[in-house]
């Protein structure tokens, strides 16, 4: 079976076909059975400078200060759950049709790579 490596994220995070093409950690990281320090620590080891790393383990670690950005802004601003975070966002109309939103659920909206995804999380309780 192969594994997931590190130092070819940066190749592999955007390929939906590459089963290990992310880490499939972000349930772990989310439920707080693996913290970001031990995420940061595994995934550099013993270089203490992280432009020595790898450009995969750097985009990896890049990709978790983004999460922990999006925490930090989801706990410290709870307004922004329903508002969008760029002011030129806010102004976006949403369509609340509920039978779209049934399509989009089933993975049947005629958009392939969405529908792919869909059924993926539907069968695996995971996606890309």
Known sequence: MQEFDFDQ???TRNGLGVDYGTSRLSPYVRFGLISIRQMYEWICGDVEDVLLLSPGRQVYISELAWREFW???NHYFPEM???EFQDKRRGIQRSHDGELF???????TGYPIVDAAMRQLKTENWMH
């Open 81 to 83: 759950v329903d508002l």
């Open 102 to 108: 049934a399509a989009w659920c089933e993975g049947r």
């Open 9 to 11: 994220y940066d190749e």
């Open 71 to 73: 925490q930090h802004i």
